[in-house]
């Protein structure tokens, strides 16, 4: 949509989507968020002068993948700013084992938690591919001076706001609170987002999937005939589809986002429950793309009514243009996705 006067991310929120008194602390957590997400940018920019990219020697996370050192870089920017802006009581990070709770007094009596990938797809850092962040905001179950680990584990339908920042040409800062998707882009000069895109709605189809190709044979066999449904000739439906895949789930569901397509991360005979993470991952993207038309599943049910056990449990995905999603389920139920 068309943007008629230039907003900033703040501006268009308190004025828009978030008006009221009672949403001022939600716009200034998101506002904490979007700081933090300039200042990882800034870092992106430059560092390759900095001497900051590459992995952290010997270091591996929770989920036993190496640590790339603007990983961490990105992990104590957001922590940082969620916690001196006193608008988030804790968060859960893919960088941190345990539930991380922000003690300061401010902090305790907040409404607010969040679930939160500081750099999704950090393996492309070292060779210039785009980045981001992905993130969902909970509501508390009861605000009171504690804050434990089963605070987070709610389903995703119960999320007050999600978004991601893709850090490529340009930065962009895609987030839904609930009302439909908008999007800021950051102006490099003065530092500030501005809206750029307004009610995005995700084509109903596309002509484009994204999976990693490598492990093909891996899938279960429902997967391996739709991606086989995918290559074939067929003039009517638009077949073979093109695959585009960039191993960063932000800039391959941006893409879909916005030109159509599915992105695929299924179950495999490596990884049985998935790879990708449900809390800081799957919820908020899929309800991002549900909010703009699309659909989301784990092969069996909605994304967004997966209860979770763990903070850091893994899912598959099935997730982008909702013809597309309906298509591939029918070959996921035809084999019951064994």
């Known amino acids: 949509m068309k943007i008629k006067e ?14 009221g008194d009672k949403n001022r602390e939600l716009i200034a957590l998101l506002k ?7 200042q990882v940018a800034k870092e992106l920019n430059s560092a390759t002068l900095n001497n900051t990219i590459g992995d952290l020697s010997g270091k591996k996370n929770t989920h036993g993948e190496e640590v790339k050192k603007l990983d961490i870089v990105a ?12 608008n988030c009581a804790g968060i859960v990070s893919e960088e941190k084992d345990k539930v991380l709770i922000f003690n300061n007094e401010v902090s305790r009596s907040s409404k607010y938690l969040v679930c939160i990938d500081p750099l999704d797809g950090s393996t492309n850092i070292d060779v210039n591919v785009p980045v981001g962040t992905i993130f ?43 009302k439909g998707v908008d999007a800021f882009t950051l102006d490099p000069v003065v530092q500030e987002f501005y809206l750029s895109h307004k009610d995005i709605k995700i084509p109903k189809k596309g002509r484009m999937y994204s999976v990693n190709q490598g492990n093909f044979y891996e899938f ?27 191993g960063s789930m932000v800039a391959d569901i941006h893409r879909s986002l916005l030109k159509g397509g599915l992105f695929i991360y299924s179950k495999s005979k490596s990884a049985s429950s998935g790879k990708l993470r449900l809390l800081y991952e799957c919820n908020p993207m899929s309800f991002i793309i549900e909010q703009a038309g699309g659909l989301a599943t784990d092969g069996k049910k909605r994304i967004l009514d997966v209860v979770p056990k763990t903070i850091h449990q893994k899912s598959p995905i099935f997730i982008g243009s909702p013809e597309m999603v309906k298509q591939i389920n029918k070959f996921l139920k035809s084999r019951l996705f064994n």
Request: hydrophobic share 35%.
């Open 32 to 38: 904490d968020i979007k700081l933090a997400a300039r």
């Open 136 to 178: 969902s905001v909970l509501k508390r179950p009861t605000v009171s001076d504690k804050t434990f680990s089963k605070d987070f584990l709610q389903v995703g339908s119960r999320q007050v706001a999600a978004g991601y920042i893709i850090y490529g040409s340009s930065t962009i800062y895609v987030l839904t609170v609930g």
């Open 220 to 246: 279960p066999l429902s997967v391996q005939e739709y991606i086989r449904w995918c290559e074939q000739n067929h003039e009517k439906s638009g077949r073979p589809y093109s695959l585009r895949y960039v």
């Open 6 to 19: 230039k907003l900033t991310a703040y501006q268009y929120l308190l004025k828009d989507k978030l008006s």
């Open 75 to 86: 992990n104590n920017l957001f922590i940082k700013s969620l916690e001196n802006g006193g």
